[in-house]
């Protein structure tokens, strides 16, 4: 395939920078932004040289997937052209999920480039980079460099061309996957499920069905229709509102389980047979709980702002819990470090030592499956020995003055006698199991709440008590 060049020399004439400001888009672990606007193929095919340079002394190929936005196969195609200017080979796996790609890192050894905005609005689109194996990239460890040289060439630097350009190979890589996930996880003693999916118009609608092919599960399928313009409902379990459909179809089928995937279909979301959201926390503890079945005394992590049931049960259970900052980045790095079988986030990120350090929500969700359906009882009862507190969830608040707020809320947590913890923004432990995390965004002028007690009525009143702090 031929290459296109990414930005023409300049000889006599010089270029006018780009409007294309690379650095609004580029973020801590991945790329995101207006597509056309912000993200458009000439910013895709730069930012697919500058990567191919990067790897260019560790690596022969990328390999690249990307989501069902009908942006995505052009922006990926234009990638695929940078890459390949850059001598590298390419391989072309076409549909995935984000968890895709990172099998095909991990399994082939490549640095991969999946194209999503996850959950984000149709008019969004992104690319999740990582070197082979599916090893995390920020901004610290070399996405920086991959974003300053793609904002040289779009503003008129002339790309230094490899002498032989890459070629672009196509791939299919779903039947491997599938293939994977279910060597992992055995399902096929289980007592049959009556499963209702919700893949929200996302991947999950490729996925599930390859995965989930000859197991013991009869499914209920919603949204499964390809469609990065969400006309159902947007592609986000973590909005309550966006679990509403699947809660009423487990209801009205007589459904065992529930599950909600994100549009990338890296985060699983899981609803009881009574139509209830069960936390993320208590998902963490009972995967925990299955794996330390499998590697006694392993050690497990969870994020700050998980339920302290985690490391209890965790401890209960013989392993070791580490706790660790929110997101992927600290959980992949403290996997590789700690030695660690399983990882879990409460915004439903499930990370596996078995799965290259990855975060993939199929796999958690054959996990909880598996669970289910070794067992007679109803999930309800299954995950109730895993959820042992009140939590209110994360909570967004828009201010204007992110220290100021902080400052206020260290100077209530003295008066209340409360113990301070800077891991992560603050954690604050006060009296009678009681403790909420405050945490600022990384992009937007935002406090995130979270607030954990030991019953409904006490997390409610810890959680009016830092709103009013934080809000007025």
Same mark, same amino acid.
């Given at each position: 395939?031929?290459?296109?060049?990414?930005?023409?020399?300049v000889s006599d004439t010089v270029r006018a920078p780009s409007p294309i400001r690379l650095d609004a888009i580029v973020k801590a672990y991945d790329i995101r932004g207006l597509?056309?606007?912000?993200?458009?193929?000439?910013?895709?095919?730069?930012?697919?040289?500058?990567?191919?340079?990067?790897?260019?002394?560790?690596?022969?190929?990328?390999?690249?997937?990307?989501?069902?936005?009908?942006?995505?196969?052009?922006? &990926?195609?234009?990638?695929?052209?940078?890459?390949t200017g850059a001598g590298l080979d390419v391989v072309m796996a076409g549909l995935g999920s984000t968890d895709l790609l990172y099998f095909a890192s991990g399994s082939l050894?490549?640095?991969?480039?999946?194209?999503?905005?996850?959950?984000?609005?149709?008019?969004?689109?992104?690319? +999740?980079?990582? $070197?082979?194996?599916?090893?995390?990239?920020?901004?610290?460890?070399?996405?920086?460099?991959?974003?300053?040289?793609?904002?040289?060439?779009?503003?008129?630097?002339?790309?230094?061309?490899?002498?032989?350009?890459?070629?672009?190979?196509?791939?299919?890589?779903?039947?491997?996957?599938?293939?994977?996930?279910?060597?992992?996880?055995?399902?096929?003693?289980?007592?049959?499920?009556?499963?209702?999916?919700? &893949?929200?118009?996302?991947?999950?609608?490729?996925?599930?069905?390859?995965?989930?092919?000859?197991?013991?599960?009869?499914?209920?399928?919603?949204?499964?229709?390809?469609?990065?313009?969400?006309?159902?409902?947007?592609?986000?379990?973590?909005?309550?509102?966006? $679990?509403?459909? $699947?809660?009423?179809?487990?209801?009205?089928?007589?459904?065992?389980?529930?599950?909600?995937?994100?549009?990338?279909?890296?985060?699983?979301?899981?609803?009881?047979?009574?139509?209830?959201?069960?936390?993320?926390?208590?998902?963490?503890? $009972?995967?925990?709980?299955?794996?330390?079945?499998?590697?006694?005394?392993?050690?497990?992590?969870?994020?700050?702002?998980?339920?302290?049931?985690?490391?209890?049960?965790?401890?209960?259970?013989?392993?070791?819990?580490?706790?660790?900052?929110?997101?992927?980045?600290?959980? +992949?790095?403290?996997?590789?470090?700690?030695?660690?079988?399983?990882?879990?986030?409460?915004?439903?990120?499930?990370?596996?030592?078995?799965?290259?350090?990855?975060?993939?929500?199929?796999?958690?969700?054959?996990?909880?499956? &598996?669970?289910?359906?070794?067992?007679?009882?109803?999930?309800?009862e299954l995950v109730a020995a895993y959820a042992r507190y009140s939590d209110s969830g994360e909570i967004n608040s828009t201010v204007t003055d992110v220290p100021g707020k902080?400052?206020?809320?260290?100077?209530?947590?003295?008066?209340?006698?409360?113990?301070?913890?800077?891991?992560?923004?603050?954690?604050?432990?006060?009296?009678?199991?009681?403790?909420?995390?405050?945490?600022?965004?990384?992009?937007?002028?935002?406090?995130?709440?979270?607030?954990?007690?030991?019953?409904?009525?006490?997390?409610?009143?810890?959680?009016?008590?830092?709103?009013?702090?934080?809000?007025?």
């Open positions: 395939m031929g290459y296109s060049v990414i930005a023409p020399g597509v056309g606007d912000q993200l458009t193929s000439d910013a895709a095919r730069a930012i697919g040289f500058a990567f191919g340079s990067f790897v260019a002394d560790r690596s022969p190929a990328v390999v690249i997937a990307y989501d069902m936005r009908e942006s995505s196969p052009e922006l &990926a195609l234009s990638f695929a052209e940078g890459v050894q490549l640095p991969g480039a999946m194209f999503t905005a996850s959950h984000n609005p149709a008019r969004y689109n992104g690319i +999740k980079l990582c $070197l082979a194996g599916a090893v995390p990239i920020s901004l610290d460890t070399g996405l920086a460099r991959v974003r300053d040289h793609a904002q040289a060439l779009l503003d008129g630097a002339t790309p230094d061309l490899a002498a032989t350009l890459g070629t672009i190979t196509e791939r299919a890589l779903l039947p491997d996957y599938a293939d994977y996930l279910r060597s992992l996880v055995d399902l096929t003693g289980i007592r049959p499920l009556h499963v209702a999916v919700d &893949a929200g118009n996302g991947m999950a609608g490729y996925t599930v069905p390859a995965v989930f092919d000859g197991l013991p599960l009869r499914t209920e399928d919603m949204y499964f229709e390809l469609d990065g313009s969400f006309p159902n409902h947007d592609a986000n379990p973590l909005d309550p509102a966006n $679990l509403v459909d $699947l809660q009423a179809e487990v209801i009205r089928t007589g459904a065992d389980i529930g599950l909600a995937f994100d549009g990338d279909a890296d985060r699983c979301f899981v609803v009881d047979e009574r139509g209830e959201p069960v936390s993320p926390s208590a998902i963490t503890a $009972l995967v925990a709980s299955r794996e330390l079945r499998r590697h006694p005394g392993a050690t497990i992590l969870y994020n700050l702002i998980s339920s302290r049931a985690v490391p209890e049960i965790v401890t209960e259970a013989g392993g070791v819990p580490v706790r660790t900052r929110v997101g992927h980045s600290f959980i +992949k790095a403290e996997m590789a470090s700690t030695g660690a079988v399983f990882g879990g986030e409460h915004s439903a990120h499930y990370y596996f030592a078995d799965f290259f350090r990855a975060d993939t929500g199929m796999l958690a969700a054959l996990h909880v499956l &598996a669970g289910l359906g070794e067992q007679p009882g109803p999930l309800s902080l400052l206020d809320i260290r100077a209530w947590a003295a008066q209340h006698g409360g113990e301070i913890d800077e891991l992560d923004g603050l954690t604050v432990t006060l009296s009678g199991g009681r403790w909420f995390n405050v945490r600022p965004s990384n992009t937007e002028p935002l406090l995130r709440l979270n607030v954990e007690a030991p019953d409904a009525d006490t997390m409610a009143a810890l959680r009016d008590d830092i709103l009013a702090l934080i809000r007025t």
